[in-house]
């Protein structure tokens, strides 16, 4: 499935069957990730929405980036046109990139700390939002910092970044991120034992960003190996780390 994009703009989005909200265990963020939902499922007509923008932020592995690519995944199969941009879409372009933006129905701009770090680039972006919220679309922000934190120098620009909610995304717990583990192993065909899933969660870094890596490694190994997911081999595939 390839998302609508508008005709004159070069962008779009590529929906991932990873990313999705049922693969996305809200734990304390439930409001967060609701309004995330319901803005990327509205009709975009200001009456069928009760927010045009949500900014996400939190430390690295709390799910941002997902929570904002099953956004644009709801919206393309609602047949929304939707546009994600990342720190690697962004750098070394010109701010021209925004462009044309405030045409489509969801925007979503991901690590904004680590491109919004000249001048210009703050412009463009307050520039973009004034014109997002004049067209009556979605923008969606996400970053490692609360919108009034001085990574941000534009005082005009910290106000609009917090124009709509202002979630800080909260750790979910060890249950939790067995369920989601769990349900990323079912989605790629694996069955993933609650004995490994806490092998994993007690030796290794455990944000979520981090298990999910080890676990599409694991993914690769068990079908190179035709072998189950278990603890012995969880430990030869990560030997070099024991």
């Excluded at 994009?5 to 439930?30: M, W, Y």
């Excluded at 990327?40 to 932020?57: D, F, H, P, R």
């Excluded at 919004?116 to 939002?129: C, Q, R, T, Y």
């Excluded at 004049?134 to 922000?141: P, S, V």
Aim: charged share 25%; aromatic share 10%.
């Amino acid at each position: 499935m390839t998302a609508l994009i508008h005709p004159q703009l070069p962008l779009g989005f590529e929906p991932g069957e990873l990313f999705t909200f049922d693969s996305f265990v809200a734990g304390k963020n439930s409001v967060a990730v609701g309004l995330a939902r319901q803005m990327a499922a509205s009709g975009y007509s200001n009456a069928a929405k009760s927010e045009q923008q949500l900014y996400i932020w939190g430390e690295p592995g709390l799910g941002k980036s997902h929570l904002l690519q099953a956004s644009c995944n709801l919206a393309a199969k609602n047949r929304h046109t939707v546009c994600y941009l990342t720190h690697d879409e962004i750098h070394n372009q010109t701010t021209d990139i925004f462009d044309g933006l405030e045409q489509i129905e969801l925007v979503c701009l991901d690590d904004i700390e680590t491109w919004l770090v000249e001048p210009h680039w703050e412009l463009a972006l307050f520039d973009l939002i004034n014109r997002m919220r004049e067209k009556g679309n979605c923008l969606m922000l996400a970053s490692s910092h609360s919108p009034d934190e001085d990574f941000v120098k534009l005082p005009d620009l910290r106000s609009r970044l917090a124009w709509g909610p202002v979630f800080h995304l909260q750790d979910i717990s060890d249950k939790e991120k067995y369920q989601a583990l769990s349900f990323r192993a079912r989605q790629s065909g694996l069955e993933l034992p609650e004995n490994v899933a806490d092998y994993l969660m007690k030796r290794y870094p455990r944000d979520m960003f981090g298990l999910f890596e080890r676990l599409s490694v694991l993914d690769k190994a068990s079908m190179a190996m035709q072998r189950r997911l278990t603890i012995p081999l969880v430990k030869s595939v990560f030997s070099d780390e024991l």
